[in-house]
């Protein structure tokens, strides 16, 4: 079956912009998670569902972030008022509990 | 403070020679490890998890808590193994659900 997927792959956006990006899971997999990765560095955690409930938020880094699933599925990850330094490749992972993830390809947002 | 440190950005290995990519941790609970890998223009995927102690393309990983290691070794390179290889660690066991990822060690084999 397909794999992770999220849309869309490459976003450009003034500073100041909202942005939304959405992850769709493999069927059936409750787990899921968003990761912040910044050129030359590793997943950096944003945050963590298990069906819809957002189980852990801690790594969000400002009040401009804003995650959700409200039906346990498809979760949209949301910036608000972009910044240069929100440029990153943002990566969603999903599984079947909090031990697997499969990785989806990333989208890469340069905010400009 | 809890980190993963992955101190190679970049190892350069003969085909056919030993490989060790290192990865200390510093975690205050009982962390679970793992090492992932992305090869040219593919996803991160898993390569393998320290509880289920298996070998997966030749590469094994021994966690030290002594240490606070968890090195991933392979006896002979191969060509096919260049890739960028990620050490992580959850705290799952621990009560949280946060991955902390190193910043990566870039494999190259030279043929």
């Known amino acids: 079956g397909a794999g992770v997927s999220q849309s869309p792959r490459y976003k450009v956006a003034k500073r100041g912009q909202d942005v939304a990006l959405r992850c769709d899971p493999i069927?059936?997999?409750?787990?899921l998670f968003w990761y912040q990765q910044a050129l030359g560095q590793g997943p950096e955690f944003l945050t963590y569902?298990?069906?819809?409930?957002?189980?852990?938020k801690s790594g969000l880094p400002s009040d401009r972030f804003f995650a959700e699933r409200p039906e346990g599925s498809v979760s949209t990850l949301k910036i608000q008022r972009t910044q240069q330094e929100d440029s990153a490749v943002y990566l969603c992972?999903?599984?079947?509990?909090?031990?697997?993830?499969?990785f989806g390809p990333g989208t890469r947002l340069l905010v400009l | 403070a809890q980190r993963v440190t992955q101190p190679e950005k970049l190892l350069s290995v003969f085909k056919g020679a030993p490989v060790e990519l290192k990865c200390n941790y510093s975690?205050?609970?009982?962390?679970?490890l793992f090492w992932y890998v992305q090869y040219s223009r593919q996803r991160l995927q898993l390569l393998l998890r320290?509880?289920s102690r298996e070998s997966i393309k030749g590469f094994t990983a021994d966690l030290n808590k002594g240490e606070t290691s968890f090195h991933l070794k392979k006896p002979f390179a191969q060509e096919e193994d260049s890739a960028m290889y990620y050490c992580?660690?959850?705290?799952?066991?621990?009560?949280?659900?946060?991955?902390?990822f190193g910043t990566g060690t870039r494999l190259k084999v030279l043929a």
């Open positions: 569902f298990q069906n819809e409930a957002q189980l852990d």
């Open positions: 069927s059936g997999h409750v787990s």
């Open positions: 320290h509880i």
């Open positions: 992580a660690l959850s705290g799952s066991s621990s009560g949280t659900y946060k991955y902390i």
């Open positions: 975690y205050s609970g009982s962390p679970e």
């Open positions: 992972a999903t599984g079947r509990d909090s031990e697997t993830q499969y």
